[in-house]
């Protein structure tokens, strides 16, 4: 089974301060994904790239960073944390065309408070 | 647009009846359309998913029916069962990889 290690898995924050969120995958697909799931949201697209050096915004990237720096990482951060970002964190990596299943982290809850 | 909607938000029925979740989705390039289980605590999983050239998938008793003229797709779980419990994701994939997930759906499975 693929693996998809996200750390922290726990957070909490203070208002204003940065916060990065760090995934690596060990299945060597292209695609990694950045969501946050909330009561009532379902799973909401914030960041997604396609490999190494390729960052894209998703359906909600305000107040969002990601990095993609090599092909097994990608980072989420948010320079100046809000404690409407108070949420579930889950990064994921699918193997692009064809069959493109989503591997999920086992997510980071963050708090800001 | 690349939204998808995903009803009902709340499911509760009968042991050893059928559950059905519905899904619509705007954009008639989309090719691809996942299911994923999440249990409480846990990831979301994929269970089944049907491609754009397809109208009708079937995994022991999980059904998905795609409907590419109206743009609706739609998972069918028979003969229900407690560890059928769970929240449930459609999803959608669009060209460029972007995968837009709908708000899911909290199936209880009543004994």
């Known amino acids: 089974e693929a693996a998809v290690t996200q750390s922290p898995r726990n957070k909490v924050a203070v208002t204003g301060g940065k916060v990065t969120l760090s995934c690596n995958q060990t299945n060597n697909h292209n695609n990694m994904y950045w969501y946050r799931q909330d009561t009532g949201h379902g799973l909401r697209l914030i960041h997604y790239s396609y490999g190494a050096g390729s960052t894209e915004k998703g359906d909600i990237p305000d107040g969002y960073k990601a990095s993609r720096p090599s092909q097994e990482n990608f980072s989420l951060i948010l320079e100046l944390a809000t404690p409407s970002q108070t949420s579930v964190y889950f990064c994921a990596s699918g193997e692009g065309t064809g069959q493109n299943t989503l591997y999920f982290g086992a997510g980071t809850r963050l708090s800001v408070l | 647009g690349e939204q998808v909607e995903q009803l009902p938000s709340i499911l509760r029925v009968q042991e050893g009846s059928s559950a059905s979740i519905n899904c619509s989705y705007e954009?008639?390039?989309?090719?691809?359309f996942p299911w994923y289980k999440q249990e409480p605590g846990e990831n979301p999983k994929l269970i089944i998913d049907i491609r754009s050239n397809m109208e009708r998938k079937q995994i022991q008793e999980l059904i998905v029916l795609l409907d590419k003229k109206a743009k609706r797709f739609s998972l069918h779980i028979t003969d229900t069962q407690p560890g059928d419990s769970a929240m449930y994701f459609c999803?959608?994939?669009?060209?460029?990889?972007?995968?837009?997930f709908g708000a899911g759906t909290k199936l209880t499975i009543k004994p």
């Open positions: 954009d008639s390039a989309s090719n691809y």
């Open positions: 999803a959608a994939r669009y060209g460029n990889e972007k995968i837009t």
